[in-house]
């Protein structure tokens, strides 16, 4: 059968797919895994004993490690997990041993608007229904351990509450005075959940809790998922669980999982989770999905310890950095690399005519509407001064001492003088380039792209991080302002510097990495600025102290940890055909 | 390495065993399941494929099929899920083709106060740590599938308050007018999260929902859940999951949730969940682990499908309903063996001294606290008054034509004169009975009782149901309540009476089985009434209706749909060996 992705829906081409795609067990074969190592869940999804395979591969050297980044996309996003996929698939068909390493999607999107994040056309994971749905329950894990920690914070504020200092003693409890208008942490459900945004708990008798505000967090936003994107093993997720700062007490002292006597608990949920699930792509190359933690509280990348195991398996690692470079490649440079060791011998900037269109001056699309008619006729001069924003993208990769290779996301409505443009443009830049059509053709039409990747990895690459973690805390917000966004310098709101003033005091928190919170759609704060806006100054409102994942997050723009369903979710058109048990009418 | 009971926790002998239980592949290959079939989830845990099982054995006669039930119990239970799988132990001993179908454990008793009733002693399923850690994720499915549901139904009601009904039309909505005084669903997690009982959601702007109070169920207690346990199929499931109602609008009419469009969506969480688990009893013999609903306003055993799968694949199936042959027993012969078309060939009725002394006299030992002293004293008298609730729990068992064993569940603080006193009193009444001490000795222990059912078995059983589902509900009620329970007669509150009225004016509705709410903790509604209760009626409050499980529920009795966590929670004291990844302190 002929696989039109032009005439067919992403989950008709993903269901031909699997009818021919290959066992885990094929899959484990390929890459040498024993039996040991490779935890079938079912027949085509595996969990990956990652322990087992970092101890007999230790000596082996590292695959070459590749991440996809992209510039500063439309509201529509530029096909950055595509174009990963794309690229597994086209060096699979230069017959290279790689592997990709990509975030778990979220229940949230897939039953609202964005879909499952599998890739499109005939660049896509498979298979499409396990992986939009739970794949092998890690969400579910995450999102247990974390409401399990508060399950024990309002118990025990409950029981304060109730039970006097000796009750209290007899069960080994000593009083935490837990502040409820100091209370951090809320819940979590892996949903689009407006409604849970804000609540009152506790309501009812004595027994029924304690009453006060609180809220839900869609569960990619926990802490928890942080923790597992970041932990390099199992003692290092235990030791970050038990650090998770749940409220503060009435004298304004942390109190964390340990003190509510949780983190073991919660660590048991996410024993299995710490394992890297495998699928694959369309074409059969082995992909690692693991982690989905949100891209501005937490680095938006899949987890480390995938990395590790990917880079022993396979010759090639291709992961993704959620967002774009500013904000994505910068975590993942700064953070990821700095956290787990490893260092990249390339980065792809994804990049499409449509996005490079836009930041030379045509409307801006909105999402969920049609597409304004100017991205249909060719106009060479928005392409060339939306470059500009391209070229900043890959200055930020080679500032980290990293190869870049531009690869122009080739859509059919793109003109071919366009595309030589963006081309020309590169080469007079001494940037490799390739156009690849792997949403149209698949592997076959990312043959350039994958050939660009494998000889950009064989070049030397130096790198290095942008700060040292030494540096104080308000120098190196600078420098990611100054060096990686463009601005003029930063300015900070009174919560911020009081912040900072207190992170500074302590030996220990002062040296944990920056994690930004801004917008993706401008290189600036502000999400209206395309191309590279100039003369302008970072506003850093407030700085959040995430202690378990170990993050110093400023706040230079909105954060919404709890998205809204919108009034034509997907969940409307999902459904099941009974006699199959497939899932029918995932995107 | 001897295994002792009296010196070892539960979970060091898990731990023992688990270092040479059998892999999911030999348990496959033991019961003849293709590869197809067997779905493994890790090595030691798999899902069956039911579809294709009941396909392949279309033709094979069923297996026998044993349901353990109990007398009344005290609040500490008498061990009926450690005597289920101690009667599978010993059937396997005696090399009987046997596989148990059991219910999961939810994680709410699990990380509280009760453990994950895995059994105890040498009567135990494995791995542990799976079984009480959600295995596969079928409880989470049920969660996500349930709540789902809510996020549809409360961002329904917010765009119908913010938009017109222009605005509904163009994306193909039509009003629903939700009545937000009439909303019969709510939230649920899997913990006993008192805090979340009642709660105020949807406030902040006009995007944050809608506002209104709402409340969290433990996840078991979800209708989804209910669902799962007496689906026949996925159809069936697809069918019931469409019919359940989540509100009422303002005319009083019902919303379910195919309503809002989300049935499909719901049904896709529950693809996988509706295959059955098998994990392993300590001594290797197969055990089907499939749905965990509450045991009042739902079955309180697992699941039809399990029941099926494993009666074409064993000679021999052990299954459990919850609580005692009043409640439990009632509900497997009138709901799960109407709804399935199964007959069960033989019925355990699970009996400790302890029980039977406390409803001979003996003052109710406190949850909790210490067993007074004289449970440790032999009394006679005591026993054999107590006597009367076993033999008014074997006659329930009776009157459905099936074959009864009474089974005496042996501590070692029990009196040999104890004991011949209640072998006595069965055989005089012409019941077989044994002795079994499965708790200290493994199946080794339970050979008496094995033997005592595998000839039980082979009786002729005339099996017949207690009512026909033509009759009018109060006829029904009442005979639950006379030949069952042992009540004079029925009396109904105004709210029950109104609720009655309405369904028989319903031809679909008023054809459902009913589903009692009361104590398990006494014959009668009274939980502190002991032995056979004589000259009492049954207060029936309310009527509840589930269209989804299609249950009519008589309320009774106090149903807490969210359990509260205590001042000394399990999860203190859980955590994980982080070099092993082995969790510790799980009961």
Redesign the interface.
């Known amino acids: 059968m002929k696989l039109d992705p032009t005439k067919m829906k992403d989950w008709e081409i993903a269901a031909e797919c699997e009818k021919r795609m290959k066992t885990v067990y094929q899959l484990g074969e390929e890459l040498g895994l024993t039996k ?1 190592e490779l ?5 085509y999804v595996a ?1 990956i004993d990652y ?1 087992k395979v970092l101890e007999r591969l230790k000596d082996r050297p590292n695959g070459k490690y590749i991440d996809v980044t992209a510039i500063t996309p439309t509201p529509l996003g530029e096909g950055k997990s595509t174009t990963a996929i794309g690229l597994i698939q086209g060096m699979g068909k230069r017959g290279k041993k790689v592997i990709g390493a990509l975030r778990q999607p979220s ?1 949230g999107p897939t ?1 609202n608007i964005k879909g499952s994040a599998a890739g499109g056309g005939l660049a896509q994971i498979i298979p499409l ?1 396990k992986f939009s ?2 794949l ?2 890690d969400i ?2 995450v ?2 351990a974390h ?2 920690a ?3 914070l ?2 025990r504020m ?2 304060e509450a109730n ?1 006097d200092d000796e ?2 003693a007899k ?3 000593k009083r935490l005075n837990i502040d409820p208008k100091r209370v951090e942490m809320g ?1 979590v ?16 008798g004595k ?4 009453p006060m505000e ?1 809220k839900f967090w869609i569960a990619v936003a926990s802490e928890v998922m942080a923790i597992l994107a970041v932990a390099k ?3 290092d ?2 030791e970050r669980i038990g650090r998770i700062v749940v409220a503060f007490d009435k004298f304004g002292n942390p109190i964390t999982t340990e003190d509510l ?2 983190a ?2 919660m ?3 996410l ?2 989770a ?1 394992n890297p699930n495998m699928i694959q792509t369309l074409e059969g190359q082995p992909v690692l999905i693991h982690a989905g933690p949100f891209a501005n509280i937490a680095i938006g990348q899949s987890s480390i310890i995938a990395d590790y195991v990917g880079l022993k398996l396979a010759d090639y690692l291709v992961t993704e950095s959620g967002f774009a470079a500013d904000i994505g490649f910068e975590k993942f440079w700064n953070i990821k690399c700095r956290l787990s060791g490893l260092t990249p011998d390339c980065a792809v900037v994804v990049a499409t005519i449509r996005a490079l269109k836009c930041h030379g001056g045509a409307p801006i699309p909105p999402p969920g509407k049609p597409i304004p008619k100017e991205y249909y006729e060719e106009n060479l001069e928005w392409v060339e001064k939306g470059c500009e924003n391209l070229m900043h993208c890959v200055n930020i990769v080679k500032k980290s001492g990293t190869t870049p290779v531009v690869c122009l996301n080739a859509f059919h409505t793109d003109t071919k003088n366009e595309i030589e443009l963006v081309r020309r443009i590169c080469e007079e830049h001494g940037v490799r380039v390739a156009v690849s059509e792997h949403w149209l053709k698949g592997g076959e039409g990312a043959l350039e792209l994958a050939d660009a990747v494998v000889e950009a990895c064989e070049e030397k690459s130096e790198f290095r991080f942008l700060y040292d973690l030494d540096e104080p805390i308000k120098d190196r917000i600078e420098k990611i302002a100054r060096e990686v966004y463009g601005a003029d310098g930063v300015v900070y709101l009174p919560a911020a510097e009081e912040k900072i003033r207190y992170l500074e005091s302590d030996p220990e928190l002062r040296k944990m990495p920056i994690c930004m919170v801004k917008t993706h759609l401008s290189l600036s704060d502000d999400p209206t600025k395309k191309g590279v806006p100039k003369g302008w100054n970072l506003r850093v409102r407030d700085v959040l102290i995430y202690r378990g994942s170990g993050f110093i997050v400023p706040v230079a723009g909105d954060i919404s940890l709890m998205p ?9 058109r ?3 055909d ?2 199959t ?1 497939k ?4 995107f």
Chains 1, 2 share one sequence.
């Open positions: 040991e935890l079938p869940y079912g027949h969990k322990r229940g039953f229904d749905l739970g092998t329950g579910n894990a999102m247990n409401n399990l508060m399950v024990a309002t118990a409950q029981h039970y009750f209290l069960r080994g409890l819940w459900i892996d949903y689009c959940a407006q409604a849970l945004r804000h609540i009152v708990i506790g309501l009812g027994r029924d809790g304690y609180s093993d199992l003692k997720l235990r006597e949780v073991g608990a660590t048991a949920w024993v299995e710490i809204g369903t919108g009034s034509d979710p997907a969940y409307r999902i459904d099941v009974v006699e048990g899932v029918k009418g995932l």
